[in-house]
């Protein structure tokens, strides 16, 4: 269930915003609507937080030594050291880079000192280094003296000596893009100098490596300033206002709205009591921005770790659908995991957690609960259809094939069932069957959403278009089951007894339709409902496309299954052979875990893609449920 809540305002002396926050964060029973603050302190609280996270980033929980403690100052203060570090080894390697960028560029010249050149320049020798392309240095004839230290099929490295005879220099102007620009140091110092660089960014980062036992303090500091700052916020966001008394004297009170659960609201009026608050406290609209807190019992419960992951929070007026979620979601999972070998495992993962847990009386995480039930209702799935580790059944005992369910069991993959009204003539295959099971599930769920509709709707003839969906619901049902499934065995002729059942389907689709035409837009007034439904005529008629694709979605759990079936059974007979070779026998182990565990990978993600796509979309879109909520967080 939602916990009920209270909109509560308080108005409080100008004067006592700390000591009145500090009261309130004792008490931890009100949820502050503020979301922003101001001020040079809460700036600084962002610098220091922002300070300490370069700080552990520099090095990386991977690299935790021997914890170290220090205070929140302390910590703030080798923060910075951890970040002046950091900063001086960047300097380093781009300074390193730089160099060996510069070596990269002279590599095919060999060693290069340019003071050598510079001493024969003074002596009269004007000489400068050339890389040309061959086609280039062949035109240059006998009016320029050069020469050649290499040469390829396309490039020439030449040394070129300037003489100052006649027509020299516009030669050599035409060569200039071909020179090359001489190193500062020799490339013998680029050597030393690179191999220095390396010996530093190895000290500093020895350096740095020596805080790393600090870096819990330093999570520790960055909470306990989380702290300040929502405290900060919280002071520097309420709302301000100066009052004029009889006495002439101007007031300053401060104010703001928070929410508080309804049971508690009889404590936070006798808090505002002893310390002489001003207090309002009212029932919360749509308007209002209320936060959700859900409150189920500790089975139900065991679905939070999957919403919290999820972060999906109904709205306060919304549903809590927590344990139609994990119902539904055991299920799709069953379905799409589909293999009850995979099941065991999963059965196993969660096990060894729990009796560890059992062993050292230590109360059991609702994640390991969680993945527990998945395991189980995957083994219940793969029992039922008589799936295994993708065996066929033939290469199963006895005894499992007997606990699976004929018609959808893979023990009567190839049998035709014929329904009891068909007389024979027409049946359907374990895959159809399969197929009938993942729309019943749709129209189950969907029913569901509708009757919780109709049920909060009920003091209102809005509840007539609620029944109205439902109708148009079965009515549909029938329609996929004939056009997806089989048009033979559920035709719109098909007579049971004395009752048309196609001609019911239809006639459920119409009156559905025209039930929900009228009465889904009702605020007050019939006439205003319909002509709303006038007004988005399209929308209304999209609406009835949308239950057909709805339902028709749920055939995914099918699909998907049939998949994870089909990787599976490859894997085997890829393996198969390989098993029969005491030298190929390892190989073929390795290939079972791989295939084996990225088919279950690939599974896991389906889940999230498919299982609850559909309880998110599909059924909370027939509920109205758009997902809005916020968590409820008393500032404690």
């Known amino acids: 269930m939602i916990v009920p ?10 004067d006592k915003k700390q000591e009145t926050l500090k009261k309130l964060r004792k008490l931890g029973l009100v949820h502050i609507e503020i979301t922003e603050g101001s001020g040079d302190k809460l700036n600084q609280l962002k610098e220091q937080i922002s300070l300490l996270e370069r700080g552990i980033y520099s090095i990386g929980k991977k690299n935790k ?5 220090a205070t929140p100052l302390e910590a703030l203060s080798i923060a910075q050291k951890m970040t002046s570090l950091t900063e001086q080894i960047k300097s380093y390697q781009a300074e390193q880079a730089a160099l060996v960028n510069e070596l990269e560029r002279l590599k095919s010249w060999g060693d290069i000192n340019p003071d050598e050149i510079y001493d024969l320049n003074k002596k009269g020798v004007d000489i400068s280094l050339y890389e040309m392309p061959k086609t280039e240095y062949d035109t240059l004839g006998e009016g320029v003296k050069t020469i050649c230290l290499s040469k390829t ?33 020799s490339t013998a110092e680029i050597r030393k100098k690179i191999d220095d660089i390396t010996n530093r960014i190895r000290t500093t980062e020895e350096q740095l490596d020596s805080y790393a036992g600090y870096i819990g303090s330093m999570e520790e500091a960055i909470k306990e300033l989380e702290k300040e700052i929502e405290f900060e916020v919280y002071a520097t966001g309420m709302a301000d206002e100066t009052l004029s008394t009889e006495e002439k004297r101007n007031v300053s ?34 308007e209002d921005n209320v936060p959700t807190k859900l409150k189920n019992n500790k089975f139900v419960s065991l679905i939070y770790p999957l919403t919290d992951f999820l972060g999906t929070v109904p709205g306060y007026f919304e549903y809590d659908i927590s344990a139609w979620f994990l119902l539904f979601i055991l299920i799709f999972f069953g379905i799409i995991f589909g293999d009850g070998g995979y099941g065991l495992l999963i059965c ?8 560890k847990s059992f062993i050292s009386k230590k109360p059991v995480s609702p994640v390991v609960w ?23 059944p033939e290469q199963l005992p006895g005894w499992i094939k007997r606990l699976s369910i004929p018609v959808i069991s893979n023990v009567h993959a190839d049998t035709i069932w014929y329904p009891f009204w068909t007389q024979g003539k027409s049946g359907l295959t374990t895959g159809q069957n399969l197929q009938i099971f993942c729309f019943t599930l749709a129209l189950i769920q969907l029913t569901v959403a509708h009757i919780k509709c109709a049920v909060r709707n009920r003091k209102t003839v809005k509840s007539f278009g609620d029944i109205g969906a439902i109708l148009q619901l079965m009515g549909i049902y029938y329609l996929v089951l004939s056009l997806v499934v089989n048009a033979e065995v559920f035709s719109f ?12 389907a239809i006639a459920f689709i119409a009156v559905g339709f025209c039930l929900s035409f009228i009465f889904s837009n009702y605020e007050g007034s019939i006439v205003r409902s319909i002509l709303s439904s006038c007004t988005n005529i399209v929308s209304v008629l999209l609406g009835v496309v949308n239950v057909f694709s709805d339902i028709v979605s749920y055939i995914r759990l099918w699909a998907v299954g049939l998949a994870g079936a089909a990787i599976s059974a490859t894997v085997n007979e890829l393996a198969g052979p390989l098993l029969g ?43 109205d449920m758009s997902w809005s909520g916020h968590k409820f967080k008393p500032f404690k």
């Open 253 to 286: 009170v401060a104010y703001f709205t928070g929410y508080v659960e309804t049971e508690n609201l009889d404590r936070l009026k006798e808090a505002a009591r002893e310390n002489s608050w001003g207090l309002l406290a009212e029932e919360p609209n749509r």
């Open 5 to 14: 809540m209270k909109k509560v305002s308080l108005i409080i002396k100008g």
């Open 370 to 392: 969680l993945v527990g039930l998945f395991g189980l209702s995957t083994v219940l799935w793969g029992t039922l259809t008589c799936t295994w580790f993708g065996l066929s």
């Open 153 to 185: 099929k396309s490039s020439v490295q030449c040394l070129l000596i300037r003489c100052r005879t006649d027509g020299e220099g516009e030669i050599i102007e035409s060569l200039r893009v071909y020179r090359l620009a001489l190193p500062k140091i």
């Open 581 to 623: 070779n005491f030298m190929f026998m390892i190989l073929a182990i390795i290939l079972l875990v791989f295939g084996h565990g990225l088919n279950m990978i690939l599974n896991v993600l389906s889940i999230i893609v498919h299982g609850i796509r559909l309880n998110t979309l599909e059924f909370s879109s027939h509920l």
């Open 493 to 504: 002729g098909l007579v049971i007894g004395s009752i048309p059942v196609g001609t019911v």
């Open 65 to 69: 030594a021997e914890e170290k403690r």
């Open 348 to 355: 196993a993962l969660s096990g060894i957690p729990i009796l």
